[in-house]
T-cell receptor, first 113, second 116 residues
Framework: DVKVTQSSRYLVKRTGEKVFLECVQD?????MFWYRQDPGLGLRLIYF???????EKGDIPEGYSVSREKKERFSLILESASTNQTSMYLC????????????FGEGSWLTVV | GDSVTQMEGPVTLSEEAFLTINCTYT??????LFWYVQYPGEGLQLLLK?????DKGSNKGFEATYRKETTSFHLEKGSVQVSDSAVYFC???????????????FGQGTELSVKP
């Protein structure tokens, strides 16, 4: 079974804090993604990576950065958290040869106060 | 650009009712199409997919047919159960050559509530 693990399920951070959201997959996948989920807006792509040290902006990269130092780990960074970044963050990865099926972690609920 | 539009929710049904959740898309070429389901407090799980026109994806009693002529991928189930209560997302993957990284584009989600 594909396993995508997000290290934190629930976080509460203060405005201006630096926030790290970690995601690990154990299947040697090359492609990994960070999405943000908000009611009525569905999932919006923040960043994705198709290889170690490679990253591409998605649809809403502003206020976020990412790090991919090892193939199995893809981190989302909020340099200075703001209240409008309160959301559910979903990490996903794509195994090769699955016709673009991607597999999600359980999500990280971030509240910025 | 590519996009997905789903019918708005929430949808409330009685157990054993017939379910349709409409999904239409805009894309160039032949994208792959997906339905994902999100149960309360969980991440998204792949429910079914179709990769070419007229393909029918099916799983757990749900099915959807890739209709190129109407650019649609409606989700159906003949008899819903309380355990089907969840949020359902339609998504597309642009065809190779326009989709570096294999990203998916999602609709806004449709919440389904099934009452006993």
């Amino acid at each position: 079974d594909v396993k995508v693990t997000q290290s934190s399920r629930y976080l509460v951070k203060r405005t201006g804090e630096k926030v790290f959201l970690e995601c690990v997959q154990d299947m040697d996948h090359e492609n990994m993604f960070w999405y943000r989920q908000d009611p009525g807006l569905g999932l919006r792509l923040i960043y994705f990576s198709y290889d170690v040290k490679m990253k591409e902006k998605g649809d809403i990269p502003e206020g976020y950065s990412v790090s991919r130092e090892k193939k199995e780990r893809f981190s989302l960074i909020l340099e200075s958290a703001s209240t409008n970044q309160t959301s559910m963050y979903l990490c996903a990865s794509r195994p090769p040869g699955t016709g673009n099926t991607i597999y999600f972690g359980e999500g990280s609920w971030l509240t910025v106060v | 650009g590519d996009s997905v539009t789903q019918m708005e929710g929430p949808v409330t049904l009685s157990e054993e009712a017939f379910l349709t959740i409409n999904c239409t898309y805009t894309a160039t070429g032949y994208p792959s199409l997906f339905w994902y389901v999100q149960y309360p407090g969980e991440g998204l799980q792949l429910l079914l997919k179709a990769t070419k026109a007229d393909d029918k994806g099916s799983n757990k009693g749900f099915e959807a047919t890739y209709r190129k002529e109407t650019t649609s991928f409606h989700l159906e189930k003949g008899s819903v159960q309380v355990s089907d209560s969840a949020v359902y997302f339609c998504a597309l993957s642009p065809p190779p050559g326009r989709n570096q990284g294999g990203k998916l584009i999602f609709g806004q989600g449709t919440e389904l509530s099934v009452k006993p």
